[in-house]
């Protein structure tokens, strides 16, 4: 009570105050306080007399927003009569909404303040078990004298405080353990917060360290990545090497180191292929969602390994027979996923009379050609003869360039390679690499 009304009178004269940032402290119309023993003999007062007085000043004097301090609310006088004097002049205090804080020991102020509108308990908390103060305030839960319990730890005999409990009656023994039972609970709750304020920081933390690592392991994964693209050119640029020292040897009319530069180049291709493979049936499968119906003979399939679909025609132990576009394809049965696409019939095949004469193959040949921007049959008049020399050259692997536009070549070449019966295998090249634009062809 005296440093609320300290810090009251220091704040009203614009003295800074030790309070936390933020606190509001309301300016007043004049403050109240009946504090001590202002009893008088000279003029007649007792304890009561003087308080009394004091009651009768504050009614006729306190206004909205005055503050009203008043310590140890009905005592000196029989508790009865003096808690009924109390309420009645905290409630007329009340109708004029005049703030006031008061201290008292007796039950029925105490329920007063739990019942009456504009009125709130609160207490200073005790340790339940040292029975010390603990110096927090607690808003909403009344304070307990401890009488009894203080009685027993000073070692008053035991006899004494049982009849004392007694006396008290058991209503008030029940208060007073609602009471005890209710700071117990509070001071459980608080420690439980402590708690799980620890856990919670435990908790961010290691979501911090997750995240931490789940960094390293996309950074990680990028340098992957770089390694893999390195490698793949180191690969192509090694190929290209190998085709250039065949070229040469070729125009050196050394038909030895032609057959030999030729069936290297051809087990390069074939190791490169399967590489390929692998890499694209990866990707495929991270792509192609597992279908939980497996395929049977009549289902439209599609292959994983390349974009092409077909039906499915035969299936013997782990191998597959699928038709595309005329054409019987014999791959894995596991290399297969149901499709609701539904396989297009070949179209008419074009036929078109080739006649070549290439000696003894020694004029260089490149494993790529690009049509685009050129007339169907004009580009099928170029796409034939070259399918045809590198059947004769005995080369493996090839790659047509068509470009992407209305997917018009595409599907003219698309259509001759699929009635061809010397033409194991053709399908749209790596993204890298031209993607649908270009077509890789393995005879």
């Known amino acids: 009570l005296k440093t609320v009304g300290l810090l009251t009178v220091l704040t009203q004269c614009g003295i800074p105050v030790p309070a936390d940032e933020g606190a509001i402290i309301p300016l007043t119309k004049g403050i109240f306080v009946d504090m001590g023993d202002e009893q008088s003999i000279e003029s007649d007062l007792s304890t009561f007399s003087s308080r009394l007085h004091w009651m009768k000043t504050t009614l006729e004097r306190a206004q909205e927003n005055s503050l009203v301090l008043v310590d140890e609310a009905g005592s000196g006088t029989d508790p009865d009569e003096g808690t009924a004097l109390t309420t009645a002049f905290l409630e007329i205090l009340s109708e004029k909404k005049t703030r006031c804080l008061i201290t008292t020991h007796h039950g029925l102020l105490k329920l007063f303040a739990h019942e009456a509108p504009g009125w709130q308990n609160a207490s200073m908390e005790f340790d339940q078990t040292t029975l010390s103060p603990t110096y927090r305030f607690k808003k909403g839960i009344p304070g307990s004298s401890y009488a009894f319990e203080i009685a027993e730890r000073l070692g008053l005999p035991e006899i004494l405080t049982q009849k004392a409990r007694k006396q008290v009656g058991t209503g008030k023994n029940k208060l007073d353990s609602l009471i005890l039972s209710l700071e117990k609970e509070s001071q459980q709750l608080r420690s439980q917060i402590s708690d799980l304020r620890k856990k919670d920081q435990i908790r961010e933390k290691i979501k911090q360290d997750l995240e931490q690592r789940l960094q390293q392991i996309r950074e990680q994964k990028e340098d992957i990545h770089s390694k ?203 993204v890298d690499e031209g993607g649908d634009g270009c077509t890789y062809i393995y005879l």
């Not at 020694?362 to 796409?383: I, N, Q, T, Y």
């Open 228 to 430: 893999a693209m390195k490698e793949a050119e180191s690969i192509i640029s090694q190929a290209n090497k190998k085709i250039e020292q065949a070229i040469r040897a070729a125009v050196e009319q050394d038909k030895e180191a032609v057959k030999a530069k030729r069936k290297e180049i051809a087990d390069y291709e074939s190791s490169l292929k399967k590489k390929q493979e692998k890499r694209r049936s990866r990707k495929q499968r991270k792509k192609q969602p597992a279908s939980k119906q497996k395929p049977v003979p009549g289902d439209a399939v599609k292959l994983l390994d390349s974009h092409s679909t077909g039906e499915l025609l035969d299936v013997k132990g782990s191998s597959a027979t699928v038709l595309i576009n005329g054409l019987r394809i014999k791959t894995k049965y596991q290399n297969l996923v149901l499709t609701s696409k539904v396989p297009q019939r070949p179209a008419p095949s074009i036929s078109y009379k080739v006649t070549t004469s290439y000696g003894d193959h020694a004029r260089p040949f490149s494993g790529r050609l690009d049509v685009r921007g050129k007339r169907g049959e004009e580009a099928m008049r170029e796409v034939v003869p070259f399918v045809d020399e590198a059947l004769t050259r005995g080369i493996q692997h090839i790659s047509i360039v068509h470009g992407k536009g209305d997917g018009i070549l595409k599907k003219l070449i698309h259509e001759h390679l699929a009635s061809r019966k010397d033409i194991k295998h053709f399908e749209a090249a790596p």
